[in-house]
């Protein structure tokens, strides 16, 4: 019989076992189980929900879920795994029922690499496909064509202390339906800045009739990818080849960096950005779905 335990933190030995889990999941399905995010908590010992069951030798430590837990703005999200040796036991199932009491509401579900028993766990217990998120990917050295900026448009890049106020009007535009990006605050956008890896000359503002008119935010990771952090084009400004323009100059800069990958995020439903960024190279590398019940 599997018992689930709720640890509000772990011991080196169980951190051990969650990691050892953690890789024979990996090389079993070709994906990583567990966010950049989760592990660095697993790492740092913040605790999570272990389960174990008997083994040959003896209690062994056989599933890991962790869980954020609800925030003001967003409901609680999990992420769970169960060794590959020990699947199929029910250990999934009594780790996703123990999230959702956790939880105490509405609980997403992060599932990484689309995998169907993922699905077809998410569906056994009523869960619902919410939305997936691509990770699209090439190699820096492929050729980029040259940006082709619309007439009466100008490229500059962004001033820390001024342009702030233009910028947050215009992203919030331009993702209003979007409301993870859209709905950033002064806050949010500082918070950034303040950030080890902000860089202003990789900031692109596009301007208009002296009005901000789009943006394009790159980022440069530790391990050296280069990524398209933000586009967003007014929609004002939409249908100029605007969106196009902006990512090319932007991805001209992090290759010019010495970035490589160049990758990005983009939301699966989010067909024309697909379209953009396939025409321009990119495939899709990786995929995380997140399900969730109808309520949350
Ligand atoms: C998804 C995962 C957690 C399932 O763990 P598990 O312990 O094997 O799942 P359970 O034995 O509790 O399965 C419960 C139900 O899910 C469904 N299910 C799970 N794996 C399945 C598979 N490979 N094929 C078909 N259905 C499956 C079945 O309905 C099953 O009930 P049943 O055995 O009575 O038919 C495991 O495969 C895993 O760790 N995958 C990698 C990480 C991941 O994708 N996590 C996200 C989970 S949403």
């Known amino acids: 019989m599997s018992g689930v335990r709720v640890r509000a ?4 030995s169980e951190i051990a076992q969650v990691l050892a889990v953690v890789e024979a999941a990996a090389a079993a399905d070709g994906v990583a189980p567990l ?45 769970l795994v169960v060794h590959p040796a020990h699947r199929r036991r029910g250990h999934g199932r009594t780790l996703l029922r123990a999230l ?3 939880a105490a509401g509405p609980l997403r579900v992060w599932a990484h690499g689309d995998l169907p028993a993922a699905a077809k766990l998410a569906g056994a217990e009523g869960l619902a496909r919410v939305r997936a998120l691509f990770q699209m990917r090439r190699p820096a050295a492929e050729p980029l064509p040259e940006p082709r900026i619309a007439e009466g448009v100008t490229v500059r890049t962004f001033e820390p202390g001024r342009d702030e106020e233009a910028w947050l009007a215009v992203n919030g535009r331009a993702f209003a339906h979007h409301p993870e990006q859209g709905a950033w605050t002064i806050d949010d956008l500082r918070e950034r800045e303040a950030e080890g890896w902000f860089d202003p000359a990789g900031f692109f503002m596009a301007e208009r009739d002296g009005r901000l008119a789009g943006f394009h935010w790159t980022k ?36 010019e960096a010495g970035a490589d990958p160049l990758m990005l995020y983009v939301d699966e439903s989010n067909v024309p950005a697909v379209r953009l960024y396939e025409s321009l190279g990119f495939v899709r590398h990786a995929v995380d779905v997140m399900y969730g019940s109808a309520a949350g």
């Open 100 to 102: 959702r009491e956790e």
């Open 220 to 255: 440069v990771h530790p391990d050296g990818a280069g990524e398209v952090y933000v586009v967003g084009v007014d929609p004002d400004a939409q249908g100029l080849g605007l969106g196009r323009a902006l990512t090319l100059v932007g991805l001209r800069h992090l290759r």
């Open 9 to 12: 933190a772990l011991a080196e």
């Open 35 to 79: 966010s950049e995010h989760a592990m660095l908590a697993l790492r740092a010992g913040r605790g999570g929900l272990t389960v174990t069951a008997e083994d040959a030798g003896g209690e062994a430590l056989v599933g890991y879920a962790h869980l954020d837990p609800a925030s003001e703005d967003e409901s609680a999200a999990g992420e």
